[in-house]
């Protein structure tokens, strides 16, 4: 609690009859007490390993609390998704960079109903992603995307999937070898932007605007592999989302599924 006390006088000094005072108690909001962040496991492979995120011992009086999960790579933050009540969330997530031996952080940000937030920390190592030989990036890309719509339709749920499934092999893409097929690696690359343009419809969340530009900029990270279909895909995604009207994200009760970029 806080109190706060305002004093006026006069100019010509303070007397006791020349005094008025008020006074004003109020409260401060405080954040949830530190919490934890549980992974399992905490070594995996890229786009074949999927991992259990866990936030749990996050205490607060101002319920409910919602959760958010993210990675910090490269001095980068990324998260996951939007806010979820879901403390637990299963993602594949991308490979780290090599000069940290494949390992970052991942995190989750707790908040509760007024919007203090306190955050857990826990270091994972993603290890490169290997194609099978004799498998095209196109196919990789064509399959990946085929996995958030396996015996259903294209729902909310499955357009996030798809987002997130877009920007992880994206990131794949991005590590290939230089001895990959040029006309191969800029073939996905336009699949991949080509799934996301249904994504973008008339209303949209700022989460799902900032998922989107994430994986753009993904997707464009090596200029040589952009082609013409690539970028009149992208100019078709920006012109949806300026004319799109731009939503709250409502507050999801299931548990969160994602795949990282």
Known sequence: ??????????????????IVEQELLFSVNRPPTAGMLEVTPLEGVALNQTFSLQAYQFLDDDLPLTYRFGHCASARQTYLGGSSVASTMLATLPQGWIAANFTYRLIVDAFDLHGAS??????????????PTGVTWAEVVTQSLERPHHNSTLNATGRQSTLQVATSVAKALNFASNAEDFTDLSLSRE??????????????SADAIEGVCSALEMIT????????VLI??????????????????????????????
């Open 221 to 228: 990270q090596v200029p040589m592999e952009v082609s013409r």
């Open 1 to 18: 609690r806080l109190r706060l006390r305002a004093t006026i006088g006069t100019l010509g000094g303070l007397t006791a009859d020349a």
């Open 118 to 131: 306190n955050r857990a920390v826990r270091s994972v190592t993603v290890l490169p992603y290997s194609k």
């Open 232 to 261: 009149d895909h992208t100019v078709k995604l920006l012109g949806r989302m300026t004319n799109a009207t731009v939503v709250s994200r409502p507050i999801s009760s299931e548990p969160a599924t994602a795949i990282a970029w």
């Open 191 to 204: 699949l991949i932007v080509e799934a996301l343009v249904p994504y973008v419809t008339s209303t949209i």
